[in-house]
């Protein structure tokens, strides 16, 4: 009260005695510290220490010193404070492998990648597995996989696997992921319209990064695609700390603006202690249809020498091709609707590696 009467008068020198009055319940409330404090020739006498001039006044700074073992004792506190807001890592229920496919920069193909690699993977453990046939049911084995789409803001699995709807509710309140294509999807982009802007803070998307990783029933997976949206921002980082990941592949175009943000990208999953499997090129070369020449649009091989600077592999090549464009905006993902085609064979380069 004292205070509050010092701060409500006009006099500098009863403002800086209430100012006084109020660090000393401050500093006898803390009762570990003993400081040294003079404003304007008044002190609160607590050690001997370093006067340091501050403006008008002086402050006078109490240095504690500390035994070995009270050392290491501060370190451990301090290593437990730093942790302990960091969630502990737990497994989709039922997913044996999670593969996480992003950029740094927007618009270099990643979810069209995230999409043909889910299809590639199933292709092509269907046909590496087809020649084990079952005796019982004559059936050959293939393996499950599932596409998950936390790009909150901008979600495209929906359009690119032709999927609308709400998902259902199982018995224990789990989402079921919408199927098409032999592909379990799961995506925000099915629980809002197709044209409602998502206009929120980062709580509420971390809420909903949160519900789309433990509240959808996948059943039993073999792999988890997972299409992050661009940057290295909460939902990444939320992503790598909250589950285990097999790796990480990074799309990037040849450009070198995008090759910046690439780099990025693969040291923040390098930080959280996720592989990054390599970098997949799209949209490396442009061939004119009628004459057959070869344009190189954003460059010629930049993802190439990232690749080579951060020694990684370099997992698909892929060319900027009318028919891969029209078969995502159709919503027939060209190795599912042209898997013969040199671009599928392209896009399944990355799914033939993952899968060894």
């Known amino acids: 009260m004292e205070a509050e009467r010092c701060y409500g008068t006009s006099s500098p020198r009863a403002r800086r005695d209430g100012f006084r009055i109020g660090l000393q319940a401050v500093f006898r409330a803390m ?26 006044s002086r402050l006078v700074i109490c240095r504690r010193q500390f035994s070995g073992a009270e050392s290491e004792t501060l370190k451990q506190r301090r290593s437990q404070i730093m942790s302990r807001g960091l969630p502990k890592q737990k497994p989709i229920e039922g997913v044996k492998q ?12 990643k979810s069209t990648t995230a999409v043909n690699l889910a299809l590639a993977l199933a292709a092509n453990d269907s046909c590496k597995f ?15 996989v599932g596409l998950l789409d936390v790009d909150v803001y901008g979600p495209s ?8 709807g709400n998902p259902e509710l199982s018995q224990s309140n789990l989402m079921r992921p919408l199927l098409n294509y032999g592909i379990a999807c799961m995506s925000m982009g099915f629980l809002v319209e ?28 073999d792999y988890l695609v ?21 790796g990480a592949v990074i ?25 990054v499997l390599g970098l997949v090129q799209n949209m490396s070369v442009f061939q004119c249809p009628k004459c057959k020449h070869k344009t190189h649009i954003f460059g010629a091989d930049g993802a190439r020498r990232l690749a080579r600077t951060l ?43 993952e899968g060894e």
Do not use: Y
């Open 130 to 144: 087809s020649e084990q046939r079952s005796t019982e049911t004559g059936e050959g084995k293939s393996k499950a």
């Open 311 to 353: 020694d990684l592999d370099i997992l698909g090549d892929i060319p900027l091709h009318l028919n891969i464009r029209e078969a995502s905006d159709t919503g027939q993902p060209i190795v599912f609707s042209q898997p013969e085609s040199d671009e599928s064979g392209e896009i399944q380069e990355p799914a033939d590696q």
């Open 31 to 56: 009762g570990v510290w003993r400081r040294l404090l003079v404003f304007g020739g008044v002190s609160l006498r607590g050690c001997g220490g370093v006067r340091v001039p501050l403006g008008g």
């Open 194 to 221: 197709e044209t409602a802007p998502l206009v929120w803070r980062g709580l509420m998307v971390m809420s909903a990064i949160e519900k789309l990783l433990r509240q959808v029933d996948w059943g039993q997976l």
């Open 226 to 246: 997972v299409d992050m949206p661009p940057g290295t921002g909460d939902v990444q980082l939320s992503v790598s700390q909250n589950i285990p990941i097999s």
């Open 157 to 164: 699995i929906p359009k690119m696997m032709n999927l609308k």
């Open 98 to 109: 999670v593969i996480v496919v992003a950029s740094g920069k927007g618009g270099v193909g």
């Open 251 to 275: 799309v990037s175009t040849p450009q070198d603006i995008a090759l910046m943000d690439a780099h990025k990208g693969a040291e923040m999953f390098r930080k959280v202690h996720v592989p």
